[in-house]
């Protein structure tokens, strides 16, 4: 693409993590590229992408190809996201800020984390009004409700409950290296007189997210904004009948990149059944092992409307601030719209089950 910038020696997505680990210290590089336990998951949501072929048409006029798309009125350059992922100055001096500013550079949406180090007002400024924010349900629903309202006050266009965290996976890697919360990064997301001074992830999660969090508490976030609320983790047809059925705006089809569940189906696999389950009756997304053009075509052949993409982002963000975030973004882009070509898709509408060979 005309204009993007790229990361020096590297080809694809793929080849992201070994430009990054020179930038990283190795316990945040290992707080990145881990999954849970035996990172059964984490393997699987790349393998069952390299398990699907596709079958393209042909004698198509794809002279002109358009990547363009929207998600719940979000218009988008391309049909992926920016998924929330934490701590991002522990990845880049930047931090959320250059993530933001890659993101609006190429023309998509970055998810912010509650677990950011930058504050949600200047991740908004820097994202050109186009942020959506990561809610964790905190055990204290005062300062969840609090939170709710300040996000929509800045401009956040959108909230994305994550549900499959109750408590954090059975992260090994980190267990043999804590990543510790260095007090100048303290969470400014979470009210001070939560902060846990000095103290690392898990036991800060711990304290103040919600396991107690149900169904039930649907009502009460929806009376707390305006915004469209999607929930992040399904994996489940009948969960995602529910949240359907219960109004919920979206769904993200996600197992949090292998790193709650340990076992549980790749994200792609789980994504066909819930498309027909809802039927368009909510806006659905999906991501987990996402790295190539042809895994995006994948995924929206079985019926996700965009993708979000975790690790590579932050590959991009620690081997060059907002350029290589931007560059990450481009990567795909480039590939997407050669999948687009050969598939004989020129725009996103028409990409459908039937680019799938059975
Ligand atoms: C380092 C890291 C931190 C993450 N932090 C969060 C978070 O704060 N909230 C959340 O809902 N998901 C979080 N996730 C999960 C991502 O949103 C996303 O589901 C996952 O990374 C997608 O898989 P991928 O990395 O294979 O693209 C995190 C993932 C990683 C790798």
Avoid at 231 to 238: C, E, F, N, Q
Wanted: glycine share 10%; hydrophobic share 50%.
């Amino acid at each position: 693409m005309p204009g993007t910038p790229t990361i020096d020696g590297v080809l694809n997505l793929l080849g992201l993590e070994a430009a990054a680990r020179p930038h990283l210290e190795s316990v945040v590089h290992d707080y990145i590229a881990g999954g849970a336990a035996d990172e059964l998951t984490l393997a699987a949501n790349r393998n069952a992408f390299d398990r699907l072929r596709l079958a393209p048409h042909v004698l198509v006029d794809v002279a002109q190809r358009s990547a363009r798309t929207a998600v719940l009125g979000q218009p988008l350059a391309a049909p992926w996201l920016v998924a929330p992922t934490a701590l991002h100055r522990m990845v880049h001096r930047d931090g959320e800020l250059a993530t933001a500013r890659g993101a609006a550079a190429f023309g998509t949406t970055m998810v912010l984390s509650t677990l950011s180090t930058t504050p949600v007002e200047d991740v908004v400024r820097a994202a050109e009004g186009a942020l959506w924010f990561q809610l964790y349900v905190y055990r204290d629903r005062g300062a969840s409700e609090e939170l709710i309202r300040r996000v929509e006050a800045a401009g956040v266009k959108a909230l994305v409950v994550t549900v499959d965290a109750p408590l954090l996976g059975l992260r090994e890697r980190d267990g043999a290296h804590p990543v510790a919360l260095p007090s100048a990064f303290a969470a400014p997301n979470v009210r001070a007189d939560q902060v846990i001074e000095g103290g690392d992830l898990a036991t800060t999660f711990l304290r103040l997210v919600d396991p107690a969090l149900s169904w039930r508490d649907l009502a009460w976030l929806r009376g707390c904004t305006r915004l469209p609320i999607l929930l992040k983790g399904i994996l489940r047809v009948d969960d995602a009948t529910r949240a359907a059925d219960e109004g919920i705006d979206g769904i993200v089809v996600s197992n949090h990149g292998g790193r709650q569940l340990d076992g549980v189906c790749a994200s792609i696999d789980a994504l066909g059944p819930i498309a027909r389950a809802v039927e368009g009756r909510c806006a659905l997304l999906m991501d987990g092992g996402v790295r190539r053009g042809t895994d995006v075509m994948k995924a929206l052949a079985l019926g996700a409307d965009a993708v979000m993409l975790g690790r590579p982002i932050l590959w991009g963000l620690a081997a060059g601030g907002a350029k290589g975030v931007h560059a990450v973004l481009g990567m795909l882009a480039a590939e997407f719209d050669l999948a687009q070509a050969l598939c004989g898709c020129p725009d996103v509408g028409s990409i459908s089950r039937d680019i799938l060979a059975d």
